[in-house]
């Protein structure tokens, strides 16, 4: 079993969580499971065959949050016109006279307000073990930009900004990493330093500090909750998989656990 690491970079991304329906939140780290995808789409393991490449592989997958730009929230208005043309127009005509309340709930459901969470700039550090041969073609693969499938942020209309820097990396057991765990495992975070300001107002920029940021939500089929965790490392009660190159350890895990049918 080998490993490596490798750099990506979007403009915007949206890995969207797996609990919420009406609207669409993001994941601030991807789970495994995109992790994976993202892999198999340089190597061009097609979505449908991802669960069995994983498996025959044995491949974990992880990532850790290296930069953000920002979080932002876009709506829009959804106009919902699958019904019958007729009883449309007479519901727009008792709009325009009756407004009765039941004619405004019919109205608010004809035109739903759909909010969307999306990430600004987000670069990731992502990890990957698995059998040599297919850690080795995705080095060769990464570095020589030699996709099979394009990568992007979620869906295909966030798009990759920089991809590389891929390098092999080592498989190990650890209990302080970066990227996310379950809950059950979070024991605590350690961070260099930072300082709390009382009057931040009064700093320029480059004076402040920035706090740490956890995040917990559901994940997968089975809604485990994790810890997504940005400009801190995260300590564990336990050993976890985990892949190290000269920079970071990355906690590693089964995405075939995590994916969502």
């Known amino acids: 079993m080998k490993a490596l690491t490798f750099k990506v970079r979007f403009e915007t991304a949206q890995f969207k969580t797996h609990h919420l329906k009406l609207t669409r939140g993001t994941y601030l780290i991807p789970p495994p499971s995109a992790v994976a995808g993202s892999f198999g789409a340089i190597l061009g393991i097609p979505r449908n065959r991802l669960k069995e490449y994983c498996t025959q592989y044995k491949l974990l997958a992880g990532a850790g949050l290296i930069s953000l730009g ?102 190990i057991k650890s209990k302080e990493g970066i990227g996310y765990c379950p809950k059950d495992d979070f024991s605590q975070l350690a961070v260099e330093n930072y300082r709390i300001l009382a009057e931040p107002k009064y700093t320029t920029g480059s004076e402040r500090e920035r706090l740490p940021i956890v995040i917990f939500s559901p994940v997968g089929p089975k809604m485990e909750i994790f810890a997504f965790v940005y400009r801190a490392n995260i300590i564990t009660k336990v050993e976890k998989d985990a892949v190290q190159d000269r920079e970071d350890t990355i906690f590693v895990y089964d995405p075939v656990r995590y994916l969502v049918p």
């Open 70 to 171: 920002g979080v932002y929230t876009t709506y829009s208005r959804i106009f919902k016109f699958h019904r019958n043309v007729d009883k449309i127009i007479e519901l727009l005509k008792e709009w325009t006279s009756v407004k009765t309340s039941k004619v405004y709930k019919q109205v608010v459901e004809l035109t739903p307000l759909k909010e969307s969470e999306e990430l600004f700039e987000p670069e990731y550090k992502f990890a990957i073990v698995a059998e040599d041969e297919v850690i080795e073609e995705g080095l060769r693969r990464i570095n020589s930009l030699d996709f099979v499938y394009e990568i992007f942020g979620g869906n295909d209309y966030h798009f990759m900004h920089f991809v590389g820097e891929a390098k092999e990396a080592r498989y």
